[in-house]
């Protein structure tokens, strides 16, 4: 409704009046700050002897129908964590945001068929399992560890499974939070039905665990004698989020405040994370991404060249099943870049790319062999 209009409905044979009303409050006080906001309000009007049928009934079935047109007409919000020297101030917030408008779907998604339709599984029982998790008494939420080579999808996995769940999504730069607190207020202020990603979650944690205690003993040491420019500031004084922060963050006292989470963490090397990080119960279920096979392939083609199949596929195929690359690699070997290609003209162009990592890689294994002679006597 717009300001000052007015609407009449009508529910169960009475009839009741809305009204879109705007009040100024006064300014009682010169200030820098500009003038607070208008306060914006509604007022029903009905007879009073439908009075106990708009308490009992009437409010409720607006709120229901509130809700509903929200879900219809919402948008998907991107939101990134900005830096706590800009959390105060007038209408500062920890947050900011941008339309979420990713085109990625599980359907575009370069997988195996079998796992993609697990993950699909999965996100379905998490998203209808309210009850469950109030009766086995664990808090509404859930942990995904992504890891693989670079190029294999991450990412598009996540906006995929926003795009599939119809949430938020909360992308945490940890390496901007000074310590635990900050990553506390950071948490209290998500919504529900929202996924929290933090990416590259190994190389965030090496800036408060290993490499900062090194660069501590240098300096205990007098290692570095460099003056510091004008304005810098020690890398301990940025950040000093600890690991058991992290993990009262998944799945502490804090972790059940809200609902309906997901907690998504991405890495290029899984190795490289500590155990307590990643274990059941915080990460509750790892995906593995790697490099392109056959199957993540025909999903490519048909989205890329809109053919299924081809025969260049067996060529293709057993061209896969030696060399390594990754769906990303192939996405840009498979996209269109002029006017004169067409779908063979791609197809022969992946073919040629897939022939020369062969041969890379054969060269590298050439490199890398050692020569063995047997002496006999």
């Known amino acids: 409704m717009d300001e000052h209009e007015e609407v009449t409905d009508e529910f169960e044979g009475a009839k009741l009046w809305w009204a879109s009303v705007s009040r100024s409050p006064p300014s009682q006080s010169i200030s820098w700050y500009p003038p607070p906001d208008s306060r914006r309000y509604y007022r029903l009007t009905f007879h009073r002897r439908h009075r106990e049928l708009v308490v009992g009934s009437y409010l409720a079935h607006v709120l229901r129908e509130g809700r509903e047109v929200g879900l219809q ?13 800009n959390w105060y101030g007038y209408k500062r917030t920890v947050w900011s945001h941008i339309v979420f408008e990713h085109p990625s779907t599980f359907d575009t998604l370069a997988m195996d068929p079998g796992k993609k339709r697990e993950l699909m599984d999965d996100l379905i029982a998490f998203r209808n399992g309210k009850e469950y ?102 890398d301990k004084e940025k950040s000093k989020v600890t690991l058991s922060g992290l993990l009262n963050f998944i799945d502490g006292l804090w972790s059940a405040c809200g609902g309906e989470r997901l907690i998504i963490f991405t890495t290029n090397h899984v190795e490289k994370l500590d155990p307590a990080l990643i274990r059941r ?58 006017a004169k290609d067409d779908a063979v003209s791609r197809l ?30």
Not at 299 to 325: C, Q
Not at 355 to 362: D, I, K, L, N, V
């Open 73 to 85: 007409k919402r948008q998907r919000k991107l939101y990134t964590n900005n830096p706590s020297d």
């Open 281 to 338: 119960g915080r990460m509750d279920k790892h995906v593995e991404l790697s490099y392109c096979n056959f199957e993540a392939f025909m999903v490519l083609a048909n989205s890329y060249l809109g053919i299924d199949p081809h025969p260049l596929f067996d060529t293709i195929k057993g061209l896969m099943e030696e060399v390594k690359m990754t769906p990303a690699d192939v996405a840009e070997t498979l996209m269109h870049k002029s």
């Open 348 to 377: 022969e162009d992946l073919i040629q790319a897939l022939e020369m990592a062969r041969g890379a890689t054969a060269k590298v294994d050439e490199g890398s062999g050692v020569d063995e002679t047997v002496e006999s006597e």
């Open 133 to 234: 998790y109030a009766k086995i008494g664990k808090a509404w939420k859930r942990g995904y560890l992504l890891y693989g080579p670079p190029g294999t999808g991450k990412s598009t996995m996540i906006a995929a499974i926003a795009n599939f769940l119809d949430y938020d999504v909360y992308d945490l730069e940890l390496t901007s939070v000074k310590n635990n607190s900050e990553l506390r207020k950071l948490f209290i202020e998500t919504t529900s039905k929202s996924i929290i990603v933090i990416e590259d979650i190994d190389c965030s944690l090496d800036l408060t665990g290993k490499r900062m205690r090194t660069k501590t003993k240098k300096e205990d040491e007098g290692g570095d004698d460099k003056p510091k420019l004008p304005g810098e500031k020690e």
